[in-house]
């Protein structure tokens, strides 16, 4: 943005009287503006969210796997061991453990029930491997077991890591393009207020080009008029945003994100930047609005 | 200072409302512009403050070429034309004084307040300078119309129908201030269909009257 596109807003009491201060304009831009601005917040927010769900996800699943061993109940000792030494020995892994009954039969019991009699069932053994550094070369890993231990499958997650991280990325892919298009309608409700301004004030330019004035001092006058306001409504619609996500009940988990879209650390200075962008976006849309207009004029 | 050369215009697709107009308006010199209602005098006086741009012919301002001005350059341009509207043309938010002074608001110069209470004592309006334009009658609008042409000083002042809402009492009073501006050397030229009122000028200032008729702008004759 050119340097005399800000100037222009520095505060002239005398040529801001020239537009008289009346009209719907001033409600419908204001109106607008905080309207728009609340729903940017939010906009925000659940980019934020999507944001900061995928990484979760993206890093917490990245970062473990799980081997499986369905072993005949004679074999399963020996495999669980042969395992245990791959792994020893396989660089990237910072820890791993094996399962305990309790904590299989956990997991279990959403779908079976308490009180599960976990060793009468042919339940596989489980070891939770954690990465190290830049991880293992996951193949190298699996034909090791498949020569050692044959019964044993490792799952890295990929699959189901995979469409989860893609979800949230589509999802903040969604905030970002809300907010897009929130800032379109922002500049298109402006201009449209701020055309309708210039038709109604028709008479008031003609007779300001008539006494002498520029055309960039007609143009500031509305462009500083569209743009307080503009900056007016955004703030207190932006604040009521703020107030209304504080309010929303948080869960705090990564999988209720949807629940949670309040601001975390740095995020909650994002709304801040809310009323500035909708000021510029006005300064835009009055300009491009006053050129049109004062173009016809002779 | 303003240069009409074989002139016409014509609105939009419609016949010429005028044609083959030659006018030189010299310093200092005092015209009055006449015919009847629809003549275009009006379009006279808009072509010599470039509000309207000839069909044909040329306009040129202070010796440079109306085409070749920039916008910027009209702007500038209107500072040093004073117009006195029949219709006044106020922003109606703004108080008398401040429409006398919007000239010199608009184009950044500094308000003497002492200069504008001379101005306003001249026109006899330093009583309702803080009133609104709505609040005032045809003559005190006329008088403050005219306070806001010559605010800036311009060199030429032109006058659209100055006296055609007021009553003659009016209407020689402003004669008075328009003669008294061309005295100070200022170019003066007003369009009226009163020829009583350029009778009356012939006693206070040496005038040449030109009349349109049928698109042509001719010498009026010793017929006023």
Not at chain 1, 34 to 40: I, P, Q, R
Not at chain 1, 272 to 278: D, R, T
Not at chain 2, 171 to 198: F, Y
């Amino acid at each position: 943005m050119k340097l005399s596109n800000l100037l222009v807003l520095a505060t002239d009491r005398q040529a801001d009287r020239i537009v008289p201060p009346t009209g719907y304009t001033v409600r419908l831009t204001l109106f607008t503006a905080a309207s728009l601005a609340f729903l940017a917040v939010f906009a925000l927010a659940l980019s934020l969210a999507t944001s900061r769900v995928a990484t979760q996800w993206s890093d917490a699943l990245a970062r473990s796997s799980t081997i499986r061993i369905s072993a005949p109940q004679d074999q399963m000792a020996a495999q669980v061991a042969a395992v245990e030494s791959i792994l020893q020995t396989t660089p990237g892994i910072s820890e791993f453990r094996v399962l305990s009954n309790e904590e299989q039969a956990a997991l279990l019991e959403p779908w079976l029930g308490a009180g599960i009699p976990i060793d009468a069932l042919p339940v596989p053994a489980l070891i939770e491997v954690i990465e190290a550094g830049d991880g293992f070369a996951a193949e190298g890993l699996r034909l090791r077991l498949e020569a050692e231990a044959p019964d044993a499958v490792l799952d890295d997650h990929t699959r189901w890591r995979q469409p989860l991280v893609e979800a949230a990325g589509g999802l903040r892919l969604l905030g970002l393009l809300s907010l897009l298009l929130i800032g379109c309608a922002t500049a298109a409700m402006i201009t449209l207020a701020a055309q309708a301004a210039l038709a109604a004030n028709k008479q008031v330019i003609e007779v300001l080009r008539l006494v002498g004035a520029r055309d960039s001092y007609i143009a500031g006058a509305f462009m500083r008029r569209f743009t307080n306001r503009a900056a007016l409504g955004a703030t207190v619609g932006a604040a009521a945003g703020v107030i209304a996500i504080t309010l929303l009940p948080g869960t705090r988990t990564s999988e209720s994100f949807l629940t949670d879209l309040s601001f975390e650390g740095l995020g909650w200075i994002t709304p801040i930047f809310v009323p500035p962008v909708v000021a510029v976006l006005a300064l835009l849309a009055t300009r491009h609005a006053a050129a049109r207009v004062l173009k016809g004029l002779p | 200072m303003i240069e009409l050369d074989n002139v016409a215009y014509s609105y939009g697709n419609g016949p010429a409302l005028l044609s083959d107009v030659s006018l030189k308006l010299a310093p200092g010199s005092f015209h009055f512009l006449t015919g009847p209602s629809g003549a275009g005098k009006t379009t006279l006086l808009k072509l010599c403050y470039k509000d309207l741009q000839p069909t044909l012919g040329h306009v040129r301002f202070f010796g440079v070429d109306g085409p070749e001005l920039s916008r910027d350059a009209v702007a500038s341009l209107r500072l040093k034309i004073g117009v006195v509207h029949q219709d006044c043309q106020f922003l109606d938010h703004l108080s008398v004084a401040e429409n006398i002074a919007l000239p010199l608001t608009v184009s950044g110069r500094p308000i003497s307040a002492s200069d504008l209470d001379d101005l306003l004592g001249w026109v006899g309006l330093s009583d309702q300078a803080m009133q609104y334009p709505q609040e005032l009658s045809g003559g005190e609008r006329q008088r403050a119309a005219l306070a806001r042409a010559v605010m800036t000083a311009p060199d030429i002042i032109l006058a659209d129908e100055p006296t055609g809402n007021v009553d003659w009492d009016m209407s020689l009073r402003l004669l008075s201030l328009l003669v008294e501006l061309n005295k100070m050397g200022k170019t003066v030229l007003i369009a009226t269909h009163d020829l009583s009122l350029i009778r009356a000028s012939k006693s206070q200032v040496s005038t040449r009257v030109l009349r349109i008729t049928g698109g042509r702008l001719t010498l009026a004759g010793a017929d006023l």
